[in-house]
């Protein structure tokens, strides 16, 4: 079926809403309470559109496309409208974008900065303190504009079942379980809920002051950690060679879940452990050597030994740690170069 | 795993088995749990209440390594009923009668005695596996770590052809794998009897191609030998030589103390690693090697994808990628493999590779291609044995029997002993303890105990205790919980100054030589009572007290 919006007509599916559409071709709405993972909710009021034989202003992301239908997103009544909304929920918390974490990536901002709104028109609600109990998630709930995305996706998503909407009215505000500190709760620190919050109100507390998103680099790998293989997009600080983020990508297996070492456990590799040199055991210790002394030494061993007791005394372990190509370079080491086929790794272990 | 990750949240019955998922594979629990939301019935076997259980519709808490008991007498009940899949049983498998004759003797009451399951809750299950829809079958190592592992992996796979469960959407043996690339590991023949995508070594015509390929010539067709030989074979001079990667070996292997002596056997140890362990210690040389996020190349995950990992930093020191190291050495000894970037040792894999050769670098830039995939426009394949076809033809059944644990507890080691890995950290914990904030949620390894055997011990959470085998000691606190079932105990290998693998026992699985992680005797004692657990104020917390 063929739909217009602003006049240009698009090709739309069965099933799909007005803001998919709008999503697809690039035609910015604002809207904060829907994400293609926790699917409609028609909570924020910010998607407003007229639709043509339809009275009054039409959430996008609740209504089915119809053949033929004609939608209109920039009218001055739905900017008005959407204005509203966007400066009532900037009234209603605690927004100060200046050190917010979400600057540049917060789709509460964007909103605003599309329609203009320098400044909340009115200050309506009293500072509350920050949940930073927990390890990993900061809980700002000045910022929360109470979406549900986070709940949704805690319950239906990752269905860890923790988050929910606790009080009513304007009093309403997310809880972990029974209201409680997220520390003490069931939270298993996956930050599904900081993946789709919207805005600054969940946050990777490791990551507050370590750069702005135009400052880090990113790059999309694999986690390291078990079989599943989850897709992953680390943020990374060039300047002092360090990875300060890691988000989930929105692709197979993971469909941008994670769990709490996949999104938490990432600075490993700059740690100050690590070994640096290569090194030989001189006199019971190990000393730094070039590379060039290592290699030298250990294939002189190795042709040593094996000359004297033959090829089947070498054994090598490859590791279920390491790339596959990693462990193609120990197997054809081990068979082409040593000739044996004692290569084995840690999948028995 | 036969099936793909993705098809679990779809599944009706989804039978969890010797796998503690919330834990192990966080984000494949997600989608089993999904699939609970959406009406799936999820049966848990497993003897300890694993935090999934509160997911599921039944547990089941057989006796720690009684799985082939359980499952025959869940397999001997379904032919009792008649409920088996009779078309698949007569056109996809090889061998029909030699399972309904080898189950005979598994009666749910049989079964029972030895696996402490209610006949009645046996019979329960087989009819929810026979009548609920086709069903996935996921297993970890607590099916696979025992000395009948490979057994107890044949039984869960006779299950599924016997219920007509395999080929199809939703359904398979799903084995989890445990490590980010140890499903590549195997698929890069890092296994001594066979090369790359499973090619034999023993097969002249596989050894006279990869003589061709390589340019060389007396390739060994001699299958090689297996961690524990390796390892055992350093105390008779057998091993001179052992050339570790990314192992820490003193640490994840069984028996500590003794692997310490195989490896102190050693005429040559070279380890490479990013992280001194305990292992490093003991070696003659030291590699240095690059770590994830510091080199280019793929990971292949538990369902067969191969993945792109990339480099995103710059490694610290003189660190270097192991094909790099290998040659280097490689040219010391004479010979050129080759090798100047990841990419160029994955296009020379790709040359001799069957089920890899269609994947490219270029192919998986954005997502990832499950094998096999044996043709550049091949796309990969989501789940095999489509339509009960087999890889081999038909299916074969084997006949298993339930054998006791190596090391059954007496009257001096009374209680069992069972291993694994925690949700906040990873293996022998190099990577997770040199990152921040885990560690604060789990500095110290706990031994779980039960209730029963913490009140007849006069033992409570948090007061330190002294764990012992006829191998090792380690003391550390107790967290006395509702996890363990009566008689069991349980603590992970993350902690070296606590490590399970102290105590387990070198008993090994005859065909994989898979040691008994899963099962050792040991006893407990109070060392000094302590200030308790830092508990949490729900009446169940995931993964912690």
Not at chain 2, 166 to 180: D, E, F, I, S, T
């Amino acid at each position: 079926m063929k739909i217009t919006i602003d006049n240009r007509t698009f090709e739309a599916r069965e099933g799909q809403t007005v803001l998919q559409i709008a999503k697809e071709n690039d035609i910015y709405i604002p809207s904060l309470c829907y994400h293609r993972k926790t699917g409609q909710a028609g909570k924020c009021r910010a998607c407003v559109v007229e639709i043509d034989g339809m009275r009054g202003l039409q959430t996008s992301c609740t209504v089915a496309v119809k053949d033929g239908m004609k939608v209109t997103t920039n009218t001055p009544k739905v900017r008005g409208a959407q204005k509203l909304v966007i400066d009532l929920m900037l009234s209603s918390g605690h927004h100060d974008c200046l050190s917010c974490e979400k600057n540049g990536n917060c789709e509460l901002q964007d909103a605003a900065y599309f329609l203009g709104i320098e400044k909340a028109s009115f200050q309506l609600a009293e500072e509350k303190p920050a949940d930073i109990s927990s390890e990993f998630i900061i809980r700002d709930k000045d910022k929360c504009i109470k979406c549900g995305r986070c709940i949704e996706g805690c319950n239906n998503t990752v269905v860890n079942e923790v988050l929910a909407f606790g009080d009513r009215s304007s009093e309403t505000e997310v809880v972990c379980d029974n209201d409680l500190e997220m520390k003490d709760s069931t939270c298993v620190q996956c930050g599904e809920c900081v993946q789709l919050c919207p805005v600054g109100a969940l946050i990777d507390k490791k990551s507050v002051g370590t750069g702005r998103p135009w400052d880090l680099e990113k790059v999309n790998t694999t986690c390291p950690y078990c079989g599943v293989g989850c897709q992953l997009t680390l943020h990374v600080d060039r300047k002092h060679n360090k990875i300060v983020k890691v988000t989930g990508r929105e692709v197979v297996p993971n469909d941008g879940m994670l769990c709490v070492k996949g999104r938490y456990g990432f600075e490993f590799p700059s740690s100050e452990n690590r070994l640096k040199y290569p090194m030989i055991k001189k006199n019971g210790k190990h000393e730094r050597v070039s590379w060039e002394e290592a290699l030298d030494y250990t294939a002189k061993r190795i042709k040593e030994i094996v000359d004297r007791d033959g090829p089947d005394v070498f054994s090598a372990f490859g590791s279920g740690r390491i790339t596959n190509e990693n462990n193609y370079a120990i197997m054809k080491f081990t068979r082409a170069v040593v000739k044996t086929n004692n290569v084995d790794h840690c999948a028995r272990t | 795993m036969t099936n793909s990750i993705g098809e679990l949240q779809d599944a009706k019955t989804i039978f969890v088995i010797g796998s503690n998922t919330t834990e192990a594979h966080p984000v494949i629990s997600y989608y089993i749990k999904r699939a609970v939301k959406k009406g799936a019935t999820l049966i848990v076997n497993d003897p300890r209440r694993i935090d999934l259980v509160n997911w599921a519709s039944l547990h089941i808490r057989h006796r720690v390594g009684t799985d082939i008991a359980y499952l025959n007498g869940i397999i001997n009940e379904i032919f009792a009923q008649g409920w088996e899949d009779k078309e698949f049983l007569k056109n996809n498998t090889e061998n029909p009668d030699l399972i309904r004759e080898s189950v005979k003797d598994y009666t749910p009451e049989k079964a029972s005695q030895i696996c402490g399951v209610p006949a009645k809750t046996i019979k329960k299950v087989a009819k929810i596996l026979a009548k609920n829809g086709t069903a996935s079958v996921c297993y970890t190592l607590g099916i696979t770590e025992h000395i009948c592992g490979t057994d107890n992996v044949k039984t869960i796979a006779n299950l599924q052809m016997v219920l007509g469960n395999m080929g199809k959407y939703a359904g398979g043996v799903n084995p989890l794998r445990g490590q980010n690339n140890v499903q590549g590991a195997c698929d890069m023949g890092a296994l001594p009897n066979v090369y790359h995508c499973y090619q034999a070594v023993d097969n002249p015509q596989v050894v006279e191609k990869f003589e061709k390929a390589w340019g060389v010539k007396g390739l060994s067709n001699k299958p090689g030998y297996k961690m524990p030989t390796m390892l055992r074979k350093a105390l008779d001079g057998g091993t001179k030589i052992l050339y570790c990667v990314g192992d820490n070996t003193v640490q994840s292997e069984p028996n500590m103390a003794h692997t310490i002596k195989e490896l102190e056997a050693l005429e040559f140890f070279v380890a490479c690693d990013i992280f001194p362990t305990i292992t490093t210690p003991y070696a003659h040389v030291i590699f240095p090697d690059t770590a994830w996020g510091e080199e280019d190349g793929t990971f292949t995950n538990s369902e067969r994808r191969v993945q792109r990992v990339r480099a995103a930093l710059k490694a610290p020191g003189e660190a270097r990628s192991h094909w790099w190291v290998m040659q280097e050495l490689a040219k010391r000894l004479g010979y050129d493999l080759g090798f100047t970037s990841s990419e160029a040792v994955w296009e020379d894999l790709r040359k001799t590779a069957t089920s890899y050769a269609g994947i490219t670098f270029n192919r998986i830039e954005e997502v990832g291609l499950q094998w096999p995939c044996p043709t550049l426009e091949h796309p990969g394949t989501a789940f095999l044995h489509k339509g009960g076809n087999f890889a081999r033809g038909k299916g074969l059944f084997f006949k298993t029997n339930y054998v006791q644990q190596a090391e059954p507890p007496d009257k001096e080691y009374p209680l069992i002993l069972s291993t694994g890995r925690r949700l906040w950290h990873y293996h022998t914990a190099t990577q997770t303890r040199n990152s921040i904030g885990l560690e604060n949620i789990f500095p110290e390894e706990l031994l779980e105990i039960s209730e029963d055997d913490a009140k007849k011990l006069g033992i409570k959470s948090g007061d330190l205790v002294k764990a012992s085998s006829r191998r090792g000691e380690i003391t550390l606190k107790a967290w006395v919980t509702r996890r363990s079932a009566p008689g069991v105990c349980w603590c992970s290998f993350h902690f070296y100054e606590a490590c399970g693998n102290a105590l387990t026992i070198d008993a090994f699985d005859p065909v994989t030589e898979t040691a008994e992680y899963k099962a050792c005797a040991i006893k407990v004692e109070k060392v000094k009572d302590g200030d308790g657990l830092p508990e949490g104020k729900v009446e169940w917390r995931q993964a912690r007290p």
